[in-house]
């Protein structure tokens, strides 16, 4: 899905064409490696986590350090 919003949008690269592949992914901490360390061992017993997507967030981060982030736009999506 992320690879086809790219396509569809080339103008607008994802992540600022930081990274040279996408890995879906959650992020559950930041910070020193205990703060990493802890939080690994806290989510690890809740997976994998099994769930259904109904809708894709566009947003925007608006403050870098620290990030602060802003919902632009719920964009629904449909069972095809």
Do not use: K
């Amino acid at each position: 899905m992320t690879e086809a919003v790219w396509t569809r949008f080339p103008d607008c690269p994802l992540y600022g064409e930081t990274f040279d592949s996408i890995v879906p992914h959650l992020t559950t901490a930041e910070g020193d490696d205990e703060t990493l360390s802890n939080a690994a061992t806290d989510v690890s017993s809740s997976l994998p986590i099994v769930a259904e997507a109904t809708e894709v967030l566009l947003i925007e981060e608006v403050e870098p350090d620290p990030a602060h982030w802003q919902t632009r736009a719920r964009l629904p999506l449909r069972v095809v």
